[in-house]
């Protein structure tokens, strides 16, 4: 098993610019979060995927969009980037089962840097 | 204020020693507790979870939740060099996948 897996590594855009980074879950696992984690910072929560529509969202702006395929993997889309956006992007995924409690299992993220 | 409070650090120990690190929060309805730890250039990797309130014990490491206190402690014994790493507390509400919510993340280093 891969685990969760993120593309790019890393990402160099300028503002304005849009970008797309993509994620696929770990074997069996059909909810996919997204995170992002500023230098220094905490993961600040951006949204929650599952059965391909978004369940959970955080404090970010509409620029910020996702999206979730048939076969759970995920893209995170960011418009209009700005300075700020420059972070490590973190993806992790989980399954949905009976248990209460749902380890959520994180990729090595895609760190992009907005110059 | 924000939900979460950790002290970033950082912290150096010598090996061998017990480190001690910990987050305070201020929303009650948290119920899940966890620890994570990140090595540079990593994703979060999950340690420890605990449920409302109580200890737990994992070899090495033992997670400390006071609820009326709303403070939660990571111990860790007989500190060894690959320790070193940054110790990310988060918290959740009670409920299928509920988003996580994170302290800034307390750098250690353990010494040799």
């Known amino acids: 098993d891969a685990g969760v897996t993120q593309s790019p590594t890393h990402l160099i855009k300028t503002r304005g610019q849009q970008v797309t980074l993509r994620c696929s879950p770990k074997?069996?696992?059909?909810?996919v979060s997204w995170y992002q984690q500023a230098l220094g910072q905490g993961p600040q929560f951006i949204f929650q995927?599952?059965?391909?529509?978004?369940?959970q969202r955080g404090n970010f702006p509409d620029r910020f969009s996702g999206h979730q395929f048939p076969n759970y993997s995920s893209e995170l889309n960011v418009n209009a980037l700005l300075l700020g956006d420059s972070a490590l992007y973190l993806c992790?995924?989980?399954?949905?089962?009976?248990?209460?409690?749902?380890?959520?299992?994180f990729g090595p993220g895609t760190r992009l840097t907005v110059l | 204020q924000k939900e979460v409070e950790q002290d970033p650090g950082p912290l150096s120990v010598p090996e061998g020693a017990i480190v001690s690190l910990n987050c305070t929060y201020s929303?009650?309805?948290?119920?899940?507790f966890m620890w994570y730890r990140q090595y540079s250039r990593k994703g979060p990797e999950l340690l420890m979870y605990?449920?409302s309130s109580g200890n737990k014990e994992d070899g090495r490491f033992t997670a400390q939740v006071d609820k009326s206190s709303k403070y939660i402690s990571l111990f860790i014994r007989d500190s060894q060099p690959s320790d070193s790493a940054t110790y990310l507390c988060?918290?959740?509400?009670?409920?299928?996948?509920?988003?996580?919510?994170w302290g800034l993340g307390t750098s250690l280093a353990v010494n040799p």
């Open positions: 988060a918290m959740s509400e009670a409920g299928n996948n509920r988003k996580l919510i």
């Open positions: 929303n009650s309805a948290f119920q899940y």
């Open positions: 605990t449920y």
């Open positions: 074997s069996g696992h059909d909810t």
């Open positions: 995927y599952y059965e391909e529509e978004e369940r």
């Open positions: 992790a995924s989980s399954p949905t089962s009976g248990g209460a409690f749902n380890e959520q299992f």
